[in-house]
Structure formats: structure tokens, C-alpha cells
Nanobody, 128 residues
Framework: QVQLVESGGGLVQPGGSLRLSCAASGRTYTTYKMGWFRQAPGKERQFAAAISWSGGNTYYADSVKGRFTISRDIAKNTLYLQMNSLKPEDTAVYYC?????????????????????WGQGTQVTVSS
């Protein structure tokens, strides 16, 4: 079992910044990748960013590329999402997720089925 706790959400004006954190605990020693997904009101949950845990390779949705930066602190088992130049369309509940399952082939980083555990989500609202 892995427990994920997100923090750092809130209300921010357009053009502002926020930094989300996701603290992982439990069976984290087999972490392969972690990701951030988001769900806007009335829409399905979508991929935002992901990072391979050991190599640090990063992946982004086109909608956030150049504005968001995903990073991790292995010693602290913590995932981050630095969000800059925020837009009203970034308003959503942000979820972190972790992949701890060893598979013959790496599971696709942008797919929700590639993650085993999820946090409870943190609300990000971008509004003036």
C-alpha cells in the first residue's frame, strides 16, 4: 500500500504561480514513476505531467508544457508540480498518482491505468 497526500492548492489570479506537493508513504521502494492528473468541472480527469522516479525523465501534456515543471525529491519521497503563468482553464482538482508495479514493458505515462495509487486531490482555482 502507498499513501499519497497532496497539498499546495488554492486560489490564484491569472498569471500567478502555485507549487503543489505530494508526499508518499508506505511501500514506496518500488516506485517507477509518479504523475499529476487534473479534473476540471464537468470534464474527465486528464494527464498533466509525469516523471520517472529513478531517471528523472519528464513528460508533459501540451496544454501545460513550458508553464509547469514536475520534479521529485527521492530522499523525501515527495513529488512537486511548479505551476507558472496560470490560466483560468487550469482550474481543476489536481491528483498525484504513483506506479509501483513492475511490468515486462513500461506502462504509458499518460494513461491513468498505468498508476496504482492516487491521492485525494487538491483544488486549484485560477480566477480574478
Amino acid at each position: 500500500q502507498v499513501q499519497l497526500v497532496e497539498s499546495g492548492g488554492g486560489l490564484v489570479q491569472p498569471g500567478g504561480s502555485l507549487r503543489l506537493s505530494c508526499a508518499a508513504s508506505g511501500r514506496t521502494y518500488t516506485t517507477y514513476k509518479m504523475g499529476w492528473f487534473r479534473q476540471a468541472p464537468g470534464k474527465e480527469r486528464q494527464f498533466a505531467a509525469a516523471i520517472s522516479w529513478s531517471g528523472g525523465n519528464t513528460y508533459y501534456a501540451d496544454s501545460v508544457k513550458g508553464r509547469f515543471t514536475i520534479s521529485r525529491d527521492i530522499a523525501k519521497n515527495t513529488l512537486y508540480l511548479q505551476m507558472n503563468s496560470l490560466k483560468p482553464e487550469d482550474t481543476a482538482v489536481y491528483y498525484c498518482a504513483v506506479d509501483v508495479t513492475r511490468t515486462p514493458q513500461p506502462r504509458p505515462v499518460r494513461s491513468q491505468i498505468a498508476y496504482d495509487y492516487w491521492g485525494q486531490g487538491t483544488q486549484v482555482t485560477v480566477s480574478s
